[in-house]
């Protein structure tokens, strides 16, 4: 009992941080999916740097960037795109609402990253020849999405 | 190089969103660890439900959830944490200025939550009575963390 007493205050506690800014019921969820979304472009600068050689190549980074690109990619699904959080209707909002009419097309498009991810992994971890060969692959699944699913920024 | 450019785009576009809203050299940092944490209070919501009987046990949601809970474990690091970006240096930001005077042990505080994460993968998926007993090690590893290194909320 004193375990759910701690996780309810925990879960509300993180909530709340975000839901005093501002009484957007969707700020959580956009705060949510933009937090992941930063995450992983923190990752991808990181083997991007490497790739064109503004860094030297180090295995041990290369691959902890690439695991968390694929951890990111795997909790991706409806839960950070709840209805109506769309572009215009949300503040800071960019999801366009095809999200939602084509959903299927929408979850098919994760998973094609979370098998992109999965193949990157082992390529950032070989060497940076394997590394920039792989990056194509994992930023045709990024763009894919973006492309059909993310407004443009003016 | 077509990969490379699409790459950088694709990472600048991202960063941009958050640093539009202010001019806060940490308002990305900050936006990503928040959206880490909402995506595991989210994940935490899921199966404190079950452990309290809110929901029924869903063996498959709690997997899931669990799943998510160690990957998000897996990507914290000092990335989410920039020097300088703690409480009332930085807009939004809860973190205590231990988090850089001592750490060693917030990073030993994040290798805990990772081990707690992975045996409550186990438990989530073995029934609503693991599930119940493994939230405490859980739930016991993100106080620890936040007891330590984060400021509370007025």
Redesign the interface.
């Known amino acids: 009992m004193?375990?759910?007493l701690?996780?309810?205050a925990?879960?509300a506690?993180?909530?709340?941080?975000?839901r005093a800014?501002e009484e957007d019921p969707f700020a959580?969820a956009v705060?949510?999916?933009?937090?992941?979304?930063?995450?992983?472009?923190?990752d991808?600068?990181k083997v991007?740097a490497m790739?064109?050689g503004e860094a030297p190549y180090d295995q041990a980074v290369a691959a902890r960037a690439a695991?968390?690109i694929a951890?990111?990619a795997?909790?991706l699904s409806m839960?950070?795109f709840p209805a109506g959080s769309e572009y215009q209707a949300s503040a800071?909002s960019?999801a366009l609402p095809a999200i939602w009419t084509a959903q299927d097309d929408f979850l098919v498009k994760i998973a094609d990253l979370n098998t992109a991810a999965a193949g990157f992994q082992t390529a950032a971890a070989t060497d940076v020849d394997a590394l920039k060969a792989g990056?194509?692959a994992?930023?045709?699944a990024?763009?894919a999405c973006?492309k059909a699913y993310r407004q443009p920024?003016e």
Request: negative net charge; contains cysteine.
């Open positions: 004193k375990s759910m701690m996780i309810a925990l879960v506690s993180v909530s709340s941080v975000a800014e959580d705060e949510m999916r933009h937090g992941l979304m930063l995450q992983m472009a923190t991808l600068g991007g790739a064109k695991a968390n951890a990111i795997s909790v839960d950070q800071d960019y990056m194509g994992l930023g045709g990024c763009s973006h920024e």
